[in-house]
């Protein structure tokens, strides 16, 4: 993970386990159904960043930015969790 080592995984198509996260969070709940038909898609690096996204055509970007309000600054274009394209709403945990 690039907090603890300066390398992440490399970046997998949403619902896709890397492996280099075996230890931070399981295969079976990475892969799982988070919501309606949300998926968790590690970003790294994506575009400059390192971040865990959830995505799915379903997620309500109200829902989105309450979550927002409670992680971050409530503001979905700024800050460390974010919308980024679509429907993927991200976490950033470092940009490189």
């Known amino acids: 993970m ?3 080592t300066g390398i992440g995984p490399a970046n997998a198509k949403a619902g896709v386990f ?3 996260m075996e ?3 399981s295969e079976k709940q990475f892969e799982g159904e988070i919501y309606g038909n949300a998926v968790w898609d590690w970003q ?3 575009n400059g960043i390192y971040g865990l996204s959830v995505s799915g055509d379903r ?3 109200g829902t989105m930015r309450e979550l ?3 992680l971050d600054d409530g503001d979905l274009s700024s800050g460390d969790f974010q919308r980024l394209n679509g429907s993927h709403y991200t976490w950033i945990f470092e940009e490189a």
């Open 18 to 20: 890397p492996s280099d």
């Open 44 to 46: 790294g690096p994506y």
């Open 2 to 4: 690039p907090l603890r």
């Open 23 to 25: 230890g931070y969070m």
């Open 59 to 61: 997620l309500l970007q």
């Open 68 to 70: 927002d309000e409670v």
